[in-house]
């Protein structure tokens, strides 16, 4: 299940089973999202993107999700393996030049 | 190259001394971003670069941090008279686009400790 931690959000889950991990994000005008997932002593690792003009996109067992309305992403990964192990970021752009803003983070650990 | 190389991997610093942090962007890519973590947390965007220019600052603190991107040089970071609250791991990214339609990609970050 998901739990809120000290300092992060964590989702364990069973090895072999699918993880969702979501995210709100906060400006309504941001038209360009990505997933990042980012192992220990690492920096983040693009994982998949979507623009605002999609609500679904699927990439290697992996699925991202937009829901506009609600201001709402989510990441599905499909038979989750142990090297799925990480923090995964949410970010949020504007077109026009605007850094990256990252949501705060979910850890996902995998059981055996 | 084929990464965004960042260097070095690990600063240790004294209080009130001088840090400076390299990062070599992808080849092609002629956006440049830095940005802070800490506790493995959030994300602070710093500052980014369009080729040697600044392209947004708006999160840099304004003093004691600086930045450049030189042509034929790595870009770096250098955090002045480093207090305490400077230890984080400061990652760079960079990208073929301001940030609205590419990603970015990051480099592994340089851990900087004050003590």
């Known amino acids: ?112 | 190259g084929e990464e965004v190389a960042q260097t070095p991997k690990h600063l240790v610093r004294g209080e009130g001394q001088k840090a400076k942090l390299y990062c070599a962007p992808i080849k092609g890519h002629s956006y440049v971003f830095w940005y802070q973590q800490v506790l493995k947390n959030e994300f602070k965007f710093l500052i980014s670069f369009q080729n040697e220019n600044v392209f947004d600052e708006t999160g840099m603190p304004k003093e004691r941090f600086s930045a450049k991107c030189l042509p034929n040089s790595p870009c770096s970071l250098e955090i002045q008279a480093t207090k305490l609250e400077d230890s984080a791991v400061y990652f760079c990214a960079s990208s073929q686009d301001a940030g609205g339609n590419q990603p970015q990609h990051f480099g592994d970050g340089t851990r900087l400790s004050i003590l």
């Open chain 1, 1 to 112: 299940g998901e739990s809120v931690g000290l300092h992060l959000p964590t989702l364990s889950v069973q090895e072999g089973d699918n993880s969702i991990i979501n995210c709100a994000y906060s400006n309504s005008a941001s038209d360009y999202f990505i997933w990042y997932k980012q192992e220990s002593g690492k920096g983040p690792q693009f994982i998949i993107d979507i623009r605002s003009n999609m609500d679904k996109r699927q990439g290697q067992r992996v699925t991202v999700l937009l829901n506009k309305t609600v201001k709402h992403l989510s990441l599905q990964i499909a038979a989750t393996q142990p090297g799925d192990s990480a923090v995964y970021f949410c970010a949020e752009n504007m077109s026009h030049g605007q850094n990256f803003v990252f949501g705060p983070g979910t850890r996902l650990s995998v059981l055996p």
